[in-house]
């Protein structure tokens, strides 16, 4: 094929290079979600708490950072990081707090839509059990908002999966960059995007199929 | 810390001001958008409608392969495969141009996407829409090209808009492979000049006023197409075609 070879790639190298990226990719996925998913339902609670002040703070985030790209956002952090905190902080944890400030604009709408999808009744079923508002949340709204949102939130973890190899803009070690650097050592970059492309094409195909089993499964207990 | 904005009148050590420099990088952004966009919509309409043929489920099955793979990449990879691995294995393709190969990636990324929602908006359609076509003597042809695809194609609008944004914002991939667009000015300016925050404040400004554009440029689509009486696009139909599609 074209004289590619993919044979030198052997376990010894893979483990060498590859697997430091692909454990960052995936805890810089695994924090980022479970962040994202907090901060965003803080924002979409703000959203939709009905006081202005805080609603319009919430609309102003979640529209900001949707609309430059991620590359941007990840460059702003990178260099404004440094100056805010004191002293420089290395690529690993910058992209850390970049996805999850920015992922959580996208989880806040979509918790948003699952906090809306749950009926008025069962807010005015738990008002009149004399619950406060942070039980009618904790206990009742959230939890239904977060199970019928779950195939959504899923497949947006994967595009967030798929969003970690933008960090090579700051040169965080993550899986892409595992492989670019193997590549580079060994005199072989076309073998290492080709074999990165199939590396991230399973991982994905297979997450995304699991979804889909999920959401069939979901569908049919409601 | 003060501002200084007369960096943008400092020459860039090619007889050109950063201003000149970010104007043309916008010129790049913009135009990698545009073609990609032209390519996505195009390849994203026909896999899109040859996935709801049934009748053939090779075609379906071929329909599907081709969103699977073009969805499960990421676009960074995507865009190394097509500049650096896919000339190697196609040496004819060694004398394309990066931006050519960067338009090729963004766009079949962005067609699998837009497929899916065409996909979606022709299954929104009541079936009795293509029985009746067919019923009336439309080939099956005809009856997508006079009847499904006009109404499939108003109802997915939203989404379309949305992606579109979408594809403007992903066109900042392109400074992996040094096209000079605004990202890459980004890096190279911020580093020239050591004044980041405002370089990178004019280049965020400007993302945010082409995906606005492109927003507003979307909405007047929507309008200018609109059939009195057939239901906003953006109306009740809207619910039927999956929204969140996820991006960045």
């Not at chain 1, 044979?7 to 893979?14: G, Q, R, T, V």
């Not at chain 1, 290079?17 to 924002?43: E, M, P």
């Not at chain 2, 911020?190 to 965020?204: D, F, K, N, P």
């Amino acid at each position: 094929m074209g004289g590619l070879d993919l044979s030198f790639f052997s376990y010894e190298i893979i483990s060498k290079f590859v697997l430091k990226g692909l454990y960052f990719s995936i805890a810089l996925t695994i924090g980022s979600t479970i962040g994202g998913v907090i901060l965003g339902t803080v924002l979409a609670l703000m959203r939709l708490s009905g006081r202005r002040s805080l609603s319009s703070i919430a609309v102003v985030y979640v529209n900001g950072m949707r609309s430059i790209p991620l590359v941007m956002v990840i460059l702003w952090f990178f260099l404004l990081m440094p100056t805010i905190i004191g002293h420089s902080i290395g690529a690993e944890t910058s992209a850390f707090i970049t996805f999850i400030a920015f992922e959580a604009a996208f989880f806040s709408e979509i918790m948003r839509a699952g906090i809306q999808s749950i009926s008025k009744g069962q807010v005015m079923a738990a008002q009149a059990l004399g619950m406060s508002y942070a039980q009618q949340m904790k206990l009742v709204v959230l939890p239904q908002a977060f199970r019928n949102m779950l195939p959504v939130l899923l497949t947006q973890t994967i595009v967030l999966f798929q969003d970690t190899s933008l960090v090579y803009a700051i040169g965080a070690y993550d899986l892409l960059k595992g492989f670019v650097t193997a590549g580079k050592i060994y005199g072989r970059p076309e073998e290492a995007y080709l074999l990165a492309t199939v590396v991230y094409f399973v991982i994905c195909f297979s997450l995304s199929s699991w979804v889909k089993r999920i959401q069939a499964k979901i569908s049919i207990i409601r | 810390m003060s501002w200084e904005w007369q960096v943008f009148l400092n020459d860039d050590g090619s007889g050109r001001t950063y201003l000149e420099w970010i104007i043309q990088a916008w010129g790049w952004t913009l135009s990698v958008a545009a073609c990609a966009w032209v390519l996505s919509v195009s390849f994203g309409v026909v896999i899109g409608t040859l996935r709801t043929v049934t009748k053939y489920p090779w075609v379906v099955l071929a329909g599907n392969i081709w969103v699977e793979v073009f969805r499960n990449i990421p676009i960074l990879v995507q865009v190394f495969l097509w500049y650096f691995v896919l000339p190697r294995i196609f040496p004819s393709m060694q004398h394309w141009s990066g931006f050519v190969l960067v338009v090729l990636a963004l766009g079949f990324f962005t067609s699998s996407r837009i497929a899916e929602q065409v996909k979606a908006g022709i299954n929104a359609l009541p079936r009795g829409q293509g029985m009746a076509a067919l019923a009336m003597g439309l080939t099956p042809l005809q009856s997508y090209r006079y009847v499904i695809l006009p109404m499939a194609l108003r109802v997915i609008l939203p989404p379309l808009t949305s992606e579109s944004m979408n594809l403007l914002k992903n066109s900042s991939v392109a400074f992996a492979v040094s096209i000079p667009e605004l990202t890459m000015f980004a890096m190279q300016a911020q580093e020239e000049t050591s004044r980041g925050i405002e370089i990178y404040l004019a280049v965020t400004l400007l993302y945010a006023v082409s995906a606005f554009a492109v927003n507003r440029l979307m909405a007047a689509l929507e309008r200018h197409l609109q059939i009195p009486g057939a239901g906003s696009a953006s109306g009740s139909d809207k619910a039927a075609v999956p929204s969140i599609s996820g991006g960045h």
